[in-house]
């Protein structure tokens, strides 16, 4: 069973930027489809990034593409999620996630290992 602990949350000036970090215990990391969720408050848990297990293949949410970078490193056991030019409606939790079967998965269900969390907030 692996472990995810979020860092890198904080409060950014609308236009500016925040990189999240997911850091992976007792698991192989590198076996693990890994995803980046938010949730904003009243709204569903909703999908942002996926990668796959070595970093080839990445997928994005609506909201995150040409803004948002997912990355990982496995000899680190570490996952990044580079936020550029957030705006006010990117104010969330954001929640790593991890996946053991094929495919990048989109949906919350499809992920089987879930981080506690880190509060990204952006002034409107």
């Known amino acids: 069973q692996v472990q995810l602990v979020e860092s890198g949350g904080g409060l950014v000036q609308a236009g500016g930027s925040l990189r999240l970090s997911c850091a992976a215990s007792?698991?192989?990391?590198?076996?693990?489809?890994m995803g980046w969720f938010r949730q904003a408050p009243g709204k569903e848990r909703e999908f942002v990034a996926a990668?796959?297990?070595?970093?080839?293949?990445?997928y994005y949410g609506d909201s995150a593409k040409g803004r948002f970078t997912i990355s990982r490193d496995n000899a680190k056991n570490t996952v990044l999620l580079q936020m550029n030019s957030l705006k006010a409606e990117d104010t969330a939790v954001y929640y790593c996630?991890?996946?053991?079967?094929?495919?990048?998965?989109?949906?919350?269900?499809?992920?089987?290992?879930w981080g506690q969390g880190t509060q990204v907030t952006v002034p409107s």
């Open positions: 996630a991890a996946r053991r079967s094929r495919g990048l998965g989109l949906k919350n269900h499809e992920y089987d290992y």
């Open positions: 007792g698991g192989t990391f590198s076996s693990y489809i």
């Open positions: 990668i796959s297990w070595i970093g080839t293949s990445t």
